[in-house]
T-cell receptor, first 108, second 113 residues
Framework: KNEVEQSPQNLTAQEGEFITINCSYS?????LHWLQQHPGGGIVSLFM???GKKKHGRLIATINIQEKHSSLHITASHPRDSAVYIC??????????FGKGTRLSVIA | DAGVIQSPRHEVTEMGQEVTLRCKLI?????LFWYRQTMMRGLELLIY????????DSGMPEDRFSAKMPNASFSTLKIQPSEPRDSAVYFC???????????FGQGTRLTVV
């Protein structure tokens, strides 16, 4: 079973700061997902990627297949970015395996 | 489409009672996943279906848990009898197939007292 580790577990940032959240996994994967869970509890899929980099607005996700590592970056962070960010990986057709999440608080 | 719809949003029940959680998939989606989220263990897969057929139920904690898909657009997760350790948020998610992006419902927060 793939082991997914996220760091940091908790992160507090000032509004405007550049934020990086890391995800490492133990076994080669077919896809990696970044999810966002807001304080209300709903989960939203941000990215699904298997190589390279994807960008959506102020969010950028990168993955290094050789190093089994992905990063989620948030530029010009804002209090509304406060949420739990969850990394999840898939190997072949197997279901997603989730990290424990990174709790981000952005202070105005 | 309104997205994945779960009901109820919150459920408080006494230990020993039967609990039924419901999920309506996005129209056209063929895969359905039930997850449980706790502070200690994070998100865990309980069971998933593909084309109404259960594919992997190895995450179901014990026989007290059962899940069904009576049709292509609806699923239930039942706990009987419920125990306090079942308290968690239960999420349902659907996707076009097993490997496509998953869309999550808002979750059901279950408290067993």
């Amino acid at each position: 079973k793939n082991e997914v580790e996220q760091s940091p577990q908790n992160l507090t940032a000032q509004e405007g700061e550049f934020i990086t959240i890391n995800c490492s996994y133990s076994v080669g994967i077919s896809a990696l997902h970044w999810l966002q869970q807001h304080p209300g509890g709903g989960i939203v899929s941000l990215f699904m990627l298997s190589s390279g980099k994807k960008k959506h607005g102020r969010l950028i996700a990168t993955i290094n297949i050789q190093e089994k590592h992905s990063s989620l970056h948030i530029t010009a962070s804002h209090p509304r970015d406060s949420a739990v960010y969850i990394c999840a990986v898939r190997t072949g057709n197997t279901p997603l395996v989730f990290g424990k999440g990174t709790r981000l608080s952005v202070i105005a | 489409d309104a997205g994945v719809i779960q009901s109820p949003r919150h459920e408080v029940t006494e230990m020993g009672q039967e609990v039924t959680l419901r999920c309506k998939l996005i129209s056209g989606h063929n895969s359905l996943f039930w997850y449980r989220q706790t502070m200690m263990r994070g998100l865990e897969l309980l069971i998933y279906f593909n084309n109404n057929v259960p594919i992997d139920d190895s995450g179901m904690p014990e026989d007290r848990f059962s899940a069904k898909m009576p049709n292509a657009s609806f699923s239930t997760l039942k706990i009987q009898p419920s125990e306090p350790r079942d308290s968690a948020v239960y999420f349902c998610a659907s996707s076009l197939d097993r490997v496509s992006e998953a869309f999550f419902g808002q979750g059901t927060r279950l408290t067993v007292v």
